[in-house]
């Protein structure tokens, strides 16, 4: 079973839907759960970064973890077509705290 | 500007000929990293560094070779390239553990014929 999994899309929406990204993992020592978004050509930016388990939000992106079912989700409101990009979880905990990633879904909101 | 540096941006080389990608941040992180990017694998990390002279292996360090003599700088060092190495790679930085915000550079897409 591999460490993270991430659905890879692609994912196509109209401008304005609701777009919901998700991930599952195995590893409980998971404590660090992030979403960074790659643009096309370009290096990986964090969005943002929820610590156990619980909810966070910041302007149109709301992040949500579930230890105990091991899930965590990205939730984009209103989106536009500059939210289009290959978003990408990442987790971290143990003792180096690395970094092990999803492998992206890529996004398109269509204008 | 905060930024993490790369060089060089684009590389094609031959099998066997040693090179270096420079990685070089700005921002005074203890925790620096590279990654390789290859399509359905998503990142991977080769090795990462927690400070001045200590490095440690990733998931995927065989080929490669790194140094940290100073904080800012990390370059990563391929020995002797084979074609199976070509991919995008990346340099990341943090200020310090646990590792919630990490830097990413622009990438190096390497190519080894």
């Known amino acids: 079973q591999k460490e993270v999994e991430q659905d890879p899309g692609p994912l196509s929406v109209p401008e304005g839907a609701i777009v919901s990204l998700n991930c599952t993992y195995s590893n409980s020592a998971f404590q660090y759960f992030m979403w960074y978004r790659q643009y096309s050509r370009k290096g990986p930016e964090l969005l943002m970064y929820?610590?156990?388990?619980g909810n966070k939000e910041d302007g149109r992106f709301t992040a949500q973890v579930d230890k105990s079912s091991k899930y965590i989700s990205l939730f984009i409101r209103d989106s536009q077509p500059s939210d289009s990009a290959t978003y990408l979880c990442a987790m971290s905990g143990g003792s180096n705290y690395k970094l092990t990633f999803g492998k992206g879904t890529l996004l398109t909101v269509n204008p | 500007e905060a930024q993490v540096t790369q060089n060089p941006r684009y590389l094609i080389t031959v099998t066997g000929k040693k090179l270096t990608v420079t990685c070089s941040q700005n921002m005074n992180h203890e925790y620096m990293s590279w990654y390789r990017q290859d399509p359905g694998l998503g990142l991977r990390q080769i090795y990462y560094?927690?400070?001045?002279?200590?490095?440690d292996k990733g998931d995927v360090p065989e080929g490669y070779k790194v140094s940290r003599k100073e904080k800012r700088n990390f370059p990563l060092i391929l020995e002797s390239p084979s074609p199976n190495q070509t991919s995008l790679y990346f340099c990341?930085?943090?200020?310090?553990?646990?590792?919630?915000?990490?830097?990413f550079g622009q990438g190096t897409r390497l190519t080894v014929v």
């Open positions: 929820t610590y156990s388990s």
């Open positions: 990341a930085s943090s200020l310090r553990l646990p590792n919630t915000e990490a830097f």
């Open positions: 560094s927690m400070n001045v002279e200590v490095t």
